[in-house]
Nanobody, 124 residues
Framework: QVQLVESGGGLVQVGDSLRLSCAAT????????MAWFRQVPGKERKFVAA????????LYTDSAKGRCTISKDNDKNMVYLQMSSLIPDDTAVYYC?????????????????WGQGTQVTVSS
């Protein structure tokens, strides 16, 4: 099993940048596909970005392309989400997740491990 802990959320202004971090413990995060999802109250959890195990191939939702970068540091067992040009619609709780799969999924039902989430609030 792997345990995930997110950090780095906060209150920012429109146009600001923010880097979220996800610390993985228990097992090597490189054994999993790692992803970021976000959720607002009353709505489904939505895919933001993922990075595949091994090769580190990345996948982004359309709204994240060009504004977000997912990366990982295998030595530190960390996964990051760098976000820029933030807008109020980016306000959500951001979750780090891990799946043990050959295919990188964007549906949260395939992910077995989740962090507790970190709140990002973008103020206008």
């Amino acid at each position: 099993q792997v345990q995930l802990v997110e950090s780095g959320g906060g209150l920012v202004q429109v146009g600001d940048s923010l880097r979220l971090s996800c610390a993985a413990t228990g097992r090597d995060a490189n054994m999993y596909n790692m992803a970021w999802f976000r959720q607002v109250p009353g709505k489904e959890r939505k895919f933001v970005a993922a990075i595949g195990r091994g090769t580190g191939a990345t996948l982004y939702t359309d709204s994240a392309k060009g504004r977000c970068t997912i990366s990982k540091d295998n030595d530190k067992n960390m996964v990051y989400l760098q976000m820029s040009s933030l807008i109020p619609d980016d306000t959500a709780v951001y979750y780090c997740a891990a799946e043990d799969s050959v295919i990188v999924h964007t549906n949260p039902k395939f992910y077995d491990y989740w962090g507790q989430g970190t709140q990002v609030t973008v103020s206008s």
